[in-house]
């Protein structure tokens, strides 16, 4: 069973610039697994940020960054504020027309 | 403006059927494949199908494979989404999406409706 694997949680400082990844139990993550990334708040849709590893979505500021990083796809935000603080989610293509979303990381600006 | 609009849920019984829908506007229906996604109570997202622009090809997750059927009218815009044999574990807020790039094929959700709940309770 194929896993998309995201950190439960992570912290960042006002400000400061935070790397969440997003990677594969069975293997690396590369462009070919069109890595999506989407930011939700309690009690809302998702927003979707990046696709296609790296393309802004409308609207998004070109603080959301996208990439790949080693083997994982990775989205960094730089000068968090505190209205970054979401659940942010990675959507991967696996093949066999099959897409897992990560777990999801919790992000707390403090 | 692409707006995505979810119809259908509401409160249904264990082993019972439910049909979703979701109306597309702002952008040529066909042109793109849609996908469902949910959401349980408290719990991350979850894909759960996807259906090519022109209906040809569908594919499903583990979790509703054999109890799930998705299907769309491009002449009416629409979507759908079938669960059958309902489970306690099919709660959730059940999206519609739609894919960034035309084509028929799904290279990734960008476009959400607001989400529709789907509550499996006796």
């Known amino acids: 069973q194929t896993v998309v694997t995201q950190e439960p949680s992570f912290s960042v400082s006002p400000g400061g610039t935070v790397t969440l990844t997003c990677g594969l139990n069975s293997g690396s993550v590369s462009t070919n697994e069109y890595p999506t990334w989407y930011q939700q708040t309690p009690g809302q849709a998702p927003r979707t940020l990046l696709y296609?590893?790296?393309i802004r979505s409308s609207g998004v500021p070109d603080r959301f960054s996208g990439s790949i990083l080693g083997n994982k796809a990775a989205l960094t935000i730089t000068g968090a504020q505190a209205d970054d603080e979401s659940d942010y989610y990675c959507l991967l293509y696996v093949g066999s027309g099959i897409w897992v979303f990560g777990g999801g990381t919790k992000l707390t600006v403090l | 403006e692409v707006q995505l609009l979810e119809a259908g849920g509401g409160l249904v019984q264990p082993g019972r059927s439910l049909r979703l829908s979701c109306a597309g506007s702002g952008f040529i229906f066909s042109d793109y494949a849609m996908t469902w996604v949910r959401q349980g109570p408290g719990k991350g997202l979850e894909w759960v199908s996807v259906?090519?622009?022109?209906?040809?090809?569908?594919f499903y997750a583990d979790s509703v494979k054999g109890r799930c059927m998705i299907s769309r009218d491009n002449s009416k815009n629409t979507m759908y989404l079938q669960l059958n044999s309902l489970r306690a574990e099919d709660t959730a807020v059940y999206y519609c999406?739609?894919?960034?790039?035309?084509?028929?094929?799904?290279?990734?959700?960008?476009?959400w409706g607001q989400g529709i709940l789907v509550t499996v309770s006796s």
């Open positions: 259906i090519s622009g022109n209906g040809d090809s569908t």
């Open positions: 999406t739609r894919d960034w790039q035309s084509g028929g094929s799904s290279y990734g959700s960008v476009y």
């Open positions: 296609n590893t790296n």
